[in-house]
């Protein structure tokens, strides 16, 4: 008797080590494992979103903070770690409408931006310290140009409903002269929530929400407001 299971043992052990081997990479779904990149920063943190940080106004005249730096995802599209649960939940909202949200650009760092402006001249891009993608809140959404994907759904979608996850279309178009930036259909910022359901429903730019919360607008009313 325990001879035969010695044998079973002997089978078996190895066989499941071979099927590990060999079948491993088909446990985990491509799906599955692009929810666990995705999942990875926030799986054992809940970030803070501090005032100072999601409402921070970075535009031609208002420079990032020299001692800021943004705590960053560390696998696939890498953007603030503030706003990795609304990303997902946003990704899922529009999958579930059949909208696949394609993430083209999020986080540079100062070295990447200047190479940008150096490229691209300062018509086209922002001047290092002075771009919202050194911050990490900003995404840019791009067609993917391997398939037919509808870029107009995907725009639209992004425009009517990515304020519920905390984003706004940070250039529309008709608020050039407030922004100083022409029309990005592309270029969404994360704000929050609250901020950009009430940006949203009045048709606001950043700039014209900080102008009318002057006490957002104050670093030192941000503490207590959570
Ligand atoms: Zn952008």
């Not at 560390?74 to 649960?85: F, P």
Request: hydrophobic residues 35%; aromatic residues 14%; contains cysteine.
């Amino acid at each position: 008797m325990s001879k035969k299971y010695y044998i079973l043992g002997v089978v078996a052990v190895p066989a499941v080590i071979l099927c590990c081997v060999f079948f491993g990479g088909d446990m985990i779904t491509s799906d599955e494992l692009d929810r666990e990149i995705l999942n990875s920063p926030t799986q054992n943190e809940t970030p803070e979103k501090p005032a100072t940080e999601i409402l921070m106004l970075v535009n031609a005249t208002h420079k990032i903070p020299d001692d800021f730096t943004p705590t960053l995802t560390t696998e696939g599209v890498i953007y603030n770690v503030i706003m990795s649960d609304d990303v997902e939940e946003m990704r899922q909202a529009a999958m579930e409408e059949g909208i696949y949200l394609v993430f083209n650009d999020a986080y540079r760092n100062q070295e990447q931006q200047q190479w940008l402006y150096d490229t691209l001249g300062s018509r086209l891009a922002q001047k290092p310290g002075y771009s919202e993608h050194e911050t990490g809140l900003a995404i840019d959404f791009s067609f993917n140009q391997l398939s037919s994907y509808d870029q107009t759904q995907m725009w639209n979608w992004l425009k009517n409903n990515s304020y519920k996850y905390g984003f706004i279309l940070r250039y529309p178009a008709g608020k050039e002269s407030i922004t100083g930036i022409d029309y990005e259909a592309w270029h969404y910022r994360y704000v929050g929530k609250d901020a950009a359901k009430i940006i949203y429903e009045n048709d606001w730019v950043l700039e014209e929400y900080l102008e009318k919360n002057q006490a957002a607008y104050a670093p030192d009313s941000f503490g207590s407001s959570g």
